[in-house]
T-cell receptor, first 116, second 111 residues
Framework: DAGVIQSPRHEVTEMGQEVTLRCKPI?????LFWYRQTMMRGLELLIY????????DSGMPEDRFSAKMPNASFSTLKIQPSEPRDSAVYFC??????????????FGQGTRLTVV | AQSVTQLDSHVSVSEGTPVLLRCNYS??????LFWYVQHPNKGLQLLLK??????LVKGINGFEAEFKKSETSFHLTKPSAHMSDAAEYFC?????????FGSGTRLLVRP
C-alpha cells in the first residue's frame, strides 16, 4: 500500500488566492483527519471525517476554510481566500476505525503551504 | 479534557548514550497514549502506543515507554542513541477519535 497520499507537497500562493489541498487515504480506512502544523501552535486537528461524513469541524479556524470528502478515497481542504497566516504544513491522516485508541493514525507526507 | 505536556523542547545526547524524552498526561479516564516521530520534512510515524495492556511498551527502533499512572507519565527511552534518531518526537493522547499532540521534543544526537 502506498500510504496516505497528499498533493501537492509544496504550494506557494499569493494572498487572496484559493488553495486546494488533496488527500487520498489508505484504502479501507474509514476515518480521515486534517491537521495543521505551525511553529506557534504545534499540531492541531482541523476536521475529522468518518465514513465520508464530517463529524467534528470545530478545529477549522474560520469560514475561509472548508473540507470535503466526496468519496472514501478522496478529500480536499480548501482555503479561500488565503492569508499569510495560513502558511503551515497541512497533514492528512487516515485510520481504519472510528476511534483511534486501538489502532493508529497513518499520516501523509504533508503539504507545505506558503502564502505570500 | 485530555492533554499532554512534553517537559523538554530540546534534548541533546551523544551517540551511544541513553535517551529520555519526558511526557506527562492529563486525562479524566484511562487514556491511550502514543509516541510519534517526525524526521525533517517528513510525515509522522508511530513509534509505539499504550492501550491499557502492559505498562511497558516496546516500539520500533529500540524505543520503549513506560506508563506510570501514579506519576501520570509516559516517558520515552532508548538505551543507546543513534545518529538516525535525530528528529522531533511527539507525545500524543487519544481523546475519543482525536489525537491530541504535545508540543514536541527535538532530539539532537552528537557524534
Amino acid at each position: 500500500d502506498a500510504g496516505v497520499i497528499q498533493s501537492p507537497r509544496h504550494e506557494v500562493t499569493e494572498m487572496g488566492q484559493e488553495v486546494t489541498l488533496r488527500c487520498k487515504p489508505i484504502s479501507g480506512h474509514n476515518s480521515l483527519f486534517w491537521y495543521r502544523q505551525t511553529m506557534m501552535r504545534g499540531l492541531e486537528l482541523l476536521i475529522y471525517f468518518n465514513n465520508n461524513v464530517p463529524i467534528d469541524d470545530s478545529g477549522m479556524p474560520e469560514d475561509r476554510f472548508s473540507a470535503k470528502m466526496p468519496n472514501a478515497s478522496f478529500s480536499t481542504l480548501k482555503i479561500q481566500p488565503s492569508e499569510p497566516r495560513d502558511s503551515a504544513v497541512y497533514f492528512c491522516a487516515s485510520s481504519p476505525q472510528g476511534t483511534i485508541a486501538d489502532t493508529e493514525a497513518f499520516f501523509g507526507q504533508g503539504t507545505r503551504l506558503t502564502v505570500v | 479534557a485530555q492533554s499532554v505536556t512534553q517537559l523538554d523542547s530540546h534534548v541533546s545526547v551523544s551517540e551511544g548514550t541513553p535517551v529520555l524524552l519526558r511526557c506527562n498526561y492529563s486525562s479524566s479516564y484511562s487514556p491511550s497514549l502514543f509516541w510519534y516521530v517526525q524526521h525533517p520534512n517528513k510525515g509522522l510515524q508511530l513509534l509505539l502506543k499504550y492501550t491499557s495492556a502492559a505498562t511497558l511498551v516496546k516500539g520500533i527502533n529500540g524505543f520503549e515507554a513506560e506508563f506510570k499512572k501514579s506519576e501520570t507519565s509516559f516517558h520515552l527511552t532508548k538505551p543507546s542513541a543513534h545518529m538516525s534518531d535525530a528528529a522531533e518526537y511527539f507525545c500524543v493522547v487519544d481523546s475519543s477519535y482525536k489525537l491530541i499532540f504535545g508540543s514536541g521534543t527535538r532530539l539532537l544526537v552528537r557524534p
